[in-house]
């Protein structure tokens, strides 16, 4: 079974830093998913990556395969940021989106 | 599109009784998730399901149900709540295997 581990679990930011939140998980896999948490409780999929970067406004997510190993960065950080982080991956080689294994997450607050 | 719809979004039960936790998705997804979320851990998968007619275990199955008889349709049954039952429920569903997943937006259920 894959062990997913998020770090750090939580983060306080000055608006407008860069921030930086990692991932690492055990087992070889097809695809990492990086989710946010709003503080209502919703979940949204920001990325879902098997290689390389992916950048979507001010964020960006990169993978190393080899290292299994995924960051989530976050440029000219906002309060609107603030948010919960999770990562997660398939729970075996064999797994894809059904059976994703999460970490803890990381609690970002972003303060003005 | 509404996406995906849980109902009900809270629910208070007494120790030993039953409920079904609805969870519909108009996205035509063949694969659906039910997940629980427990403070200090991260969503942790029951069951799930790769389409119509077929589920299987998560990691946390047990004291609980489920059917997929329509695609749209994937309801999560407890079926004698106990405390430890005491959680928010997600559910997820996706088009495919490695597919970014759409969340619900959460039933907060507490069993006294």
């Known amino acids: 079974k894959n062990e997913v581990e998020q770090s750090p679990q939580n983060l306080t930011a000055q608006e407008g830093e860069f921030i930086t939140i990692n991932c690492s998980y055990s087992v070889g896999i097809s695809a990492l998913h990086w989710l946010q948490q709003h503080p209502g409780g919703g979940i949204v999929s920001l990325f879902m990556l098997s290689s390389g970067k992916k950048k979507h406004g001010r964020l960006i997510a990169t993978i190393n395969i080899q290292e299994k190993h995924s960051s989530l960065h976050i440029t000219a950080s906002h309060p609107r940021d603030s948010a919960v982080y999770i990562c997660a991956a398939p729970g075996s080689t064999q797994g894809g989106s059904e059976k994703l294994v999460f970490g803890k997450g990381t609690k970002l607050t972003v303060n003005p | 599109n509404a996406g995906v719809t849980q109902t009900p979004k809270f629910q208070v039960l007494k120790t030993g009784q039953s409920m079904t936790l609805q969870c519909a998705q108009d996205m035509n997804h063949e694969y659906m998730s039910w997940y629980r979320q427990d403070p200090g851990m991260g969503l942790r998968l029951i069951h799930y399901?790769?389409?119509?007619?077929?589920?299987d275990q998560g990691e946390v199955p047990n004291g609980y149900n489920v059917s997929r008889s329509t695609t749209e349709d994937f309801p999560l049954r407890l079926l004698s709540a106990a405390p430890s039952q005491t959680s928010v429920y997600f559910c997820?569903?996706?088009?495919?295997?490695?597919?970014?997943?759409?969340f619900g937006d959460g039933t907060r259920l507490s069993i006294l």
């Open positions: 997820a569903s996706s088009y495919g295997q490695n597919q970014p997943q759409h």
């Open positions: 399901s790769v389409g119509a007619g077929i589920t």
